[in-house]
């Protein structure tokens, strides 16, 4: 088994390309490191695992047979697209139909990661893969939110027109070791204000939801889907929905920090319900993430106190 995987260098892609190799797979991992970080992939050594410092948006060559293109590069966080806007939308755009040629000329499954943001703030709950969706095109979002949906409709054209073997999974919250402590999301930013003893900053009052899905459940349901013949868009996500500031206190409990909780106006377009339906991964895949909340934040709280000190008391 070949892979071609683009953003091979961030947090889910580097946790995918270690499940490849582990299992046999050559993997030519693809990232131009405006997000990533190659030390993720610092443990993985020996000759089946080939990194080129490239940015997608530009045309790749690849020599020899290829089973699997794999499209994970994009800024994914909110401060990471909001301070990389075109980058972004060239990474949807420009980086899906470079691969997509990729996975054509080598006769490849293409796996395209899609996320919960093509559902906007959805004004239903739970969403499921026929949602249409609650989009603000022209918000602050929009650079990342569109350039997933264009990249999933560059998809099925190419499915469609050129019979290319396509897939698209939609990734909710995803969490675990090796998040970017500064990247902005909420459960690396809960646990280091709490590991330092800084007020927890909570958007708004708190009550927005989140489903929350560790590292490894969300890889064991990217290698199924890839194996998988859907074409459709699947959902994959932890269904258990919960809200900000629950998963706030949470955090406290864990790390037995003292830390107030700071509010703050809630972003523009920021969602207030996020929960996924995951009926169809469930029928299709038989997946079902496994990884309690509570469990999943200590393994995360572990790795990230060890590279920034402190931790449990």
């Given at each position: 088994m070949r892979v071609v995987l683009t953003g091979g260098a961030g947090f889910i892609g580097s946790h995918l390309c270690e499940r490849l190799l582990a299992e046999g797979a050559e993997v030519v991992c693809v990232d131009n490191l405006l997000t990533?970080?190659?030390?993720?992939?610092?443990?993985?050594?020996?000759?089946?695992?080939?990194?080129?410092?490239?940015?997608?948006?530009?045309?790749?060559?690849?020599s020899g047979p290829v089973d699997y293109v794999l499209h994970f590069a994009s800024a994914a966080?909110?401060?990471?697209?909001?301070?990389?806007?075109?980058?972004?939308?060239?990474?949807?755009?420009?980086?899906?139909?470079?691969?997509?040629?990729?996975?054509?000329?080598?006769?490849?499954?293409?796996?395209?990661?899609?996320?919960?943001?093509?559902?906007?703030?959805?004004?239903?709950?739970?969403?499921?893969?026929?949602?249409?969706?609650?989009?603000?095109?022209v918000g602050p979002r929009g650079c990342y939110d569109e350039a997933k949906r264009f990249a999933e409709a560059m998809t099925m054209a190419y499915h469609r027109h050129h019979g290319v073997n396509t897939g698209i999974v939609r990734i909710f919250n995803t969490y675990?070791?090796?998040?970017?402590?500064?990247?902005?999301?909420?459960?690396?930013?809960?646990l280091l204000q709490a590991i330092r003893g800084e007020p927890l900053t909570v958007h708004g009052t708190g009550?927005?939801?989140?489903?929350?899905?560790?590292?490894?459940?969300?890889?064991?349901?990217?290698?199924?889907?890839?194996?998988?013949?859907?074409?459709?868009?699947?959902?994959?996500?932890?269904?258990?929905?919960?809200?900000?500031?629950?998963?706030?206190?949470?955090?406290?409990?864990?790390?037995?920090?003292?830390?107030?909780?700071?509010?703050?106006?809630?972003?523009?377009?920021?969602?207030?319900?996020?929960?996924?339906?995951?009926?169809?991964?469930r029928t299709h895949l038989g997946w079902d993430p496994r990884v309690a909340l509570r469990d999943g934040l200590t393994r995360t709280l572990d790795w990230l106190a060890a590279r920034v000190g402190g931790g449990r008391a």
């Open positions: 990533g970080n190659a030390g993720n992939l610092a443990h993985l050594t020996g000759p089946r695992l080939e990194f080129r410092r490239h940015d997608i948006t530009t045309p790749i060559e690849v966080s909110p401060g990471d697209y909001l301070t990389h806007p075109i980058q972004t939308l060239k990474a949807g755009a420009l980086g899906t139909w470079v691969t997509l040629g990729l996975a054509r000329a080598k006769g490849a499954r293409f796996l395209l990661a899609s996320t919960s943001e093509v559902y906007g703030d959805p004004q239903i709950s739970p969403q499921p893969e026929a949602y249409w969706g609650h989009v603000n095109p675990g070791p090796r998040m970017r402590p500064d990247d902005g999301r909420v459960i690396p930013t809960f009550m927005q939801t989140r489903s929350f899905c560790y590292i490894d459940d969300l890889v064991e349901g990217l290698v199924r889907l890839l194996r998988s013949d859907l074409h459709d868009p699947v959902n994959l996500g932890n269904p258990e929905e919960v809200r900000v500031l629950e998963l706030a206190h949470h955090v406290l409990e864990l790390t037995r920090s003292r830390s107030p909780f700071a509010y703050t106006p809630l972003p523009q377009d920021d969602p207030t319900r996020r929960c996924p339906d995951i009926t169809r991964a």
